[in-house]
């Protein structure tokens, strides 16, 4: 458990991806924070205020307060909570370890989850005048592609346990259950993911990753 003075707040919404993934990491390592909502749809958005804006100009989600030291980016943020707190740790102690462990999450942070990000769909509607139904197919097109090619990737590698790497949960874990949150909330059928699923599984069955969960937020509707 968090036995430091230090004062954590985290600007999250409840729907966001990235910011699930530092929430379950948060939790993981049993860090007590102050949850400080940023809706990213009401009133035009709130992380278009200019009070927000000053915090962090990419008017994104989820930013890290730690006693007036502010970070954005979720596995920047992850990363900086596992050095300060390394009894839960979030990648594993081997150089390949953790390079295995950055891969995984990297290729859904940065790969797989951008092309589903919200700003990103209301340019497609909103500039380019993409239907609604053209909007979902985009949606489960590149979530498939990503999701396909992670299955191959775990599924072939030996250090895959009950989770992503080995039998406990990491930063992979981390950015696979908002991922696969976001696959079921677009309709994706995740039935040829066999090994996503069994991850899944397991990870929904820790309960501070339970509690990471959109539907358990403060500012869930």
């Known amino acids: 458990m968090n036995t430091s003075t230090s004062q954590l707040e985290l600007h999250n919404y409840f729907r966001s991806s990235a910011a699930y993934r530092v929430r379950i990491a948060m939790n993981l390592k049993g860090l007590n924070y102050d949850y ?19 915090k962090n100009p990419q008017q994104l989600v989820p930013l890290l307060d730690d006693d007036g030291f502010q970070l954005s980016q979720s ?26 462990v950055r891969q995984i999450a990297l290729a859904i942070s940065c790969d797989i989850h ?3 990000n919200l ?15 053209d909007k979902t197919i985009w949606i ?12 191959a990737d775990l599924s072939r590698s030996p250090s895959r346990g009950k ?6 949960p990491t930063m992979a874990d981390c950015a696979l259950v908002p991922q696969m949150f976001s696959a079921a909330r677009f309709g994706v059928d ?3 993911y066999p090994v996503l699923r069994e ?6 069955a820790v309960p501070h990753i339970a509690a990471a969960h959109p539907s358990r937020q403060i500012d869930s509707e």
Request: hydrophobic share 40%.
């Open 36 to 54: 400080v909502a940023v809706h990213l749809t009401r009133d035009g958005g709130m992380q278009f205020s200019p009070d927000y804006k000053a």
């Open 163 to 168: 989770f992503c790497f080995g039998d406990s």
């Open 190 to 192: 995740t039935t040829p």
């Open 140 to 151: 489960q097109h590149w979530l498939n592609i990503g999701l396909e090619a992670l299955e």
């Open 199 to 204: 991850i899944i599984e397991h990870c929904e």
């Open 75 to 100: 596995i920047a943020i992850i990363e900086y909570l596992d050095e300060k707190y390394p009894a839960v740790r979030m990648l594993p102690e081997s150089m390949q370890g953790r390079a295995r």
């Open 119 to 133: 700003r990103v769909l209301k340019y497609l509607t909103a500039k380019l005048g993409v239907s609604e139904d």
């Open 114 to 116: 951008p092309l589903q």
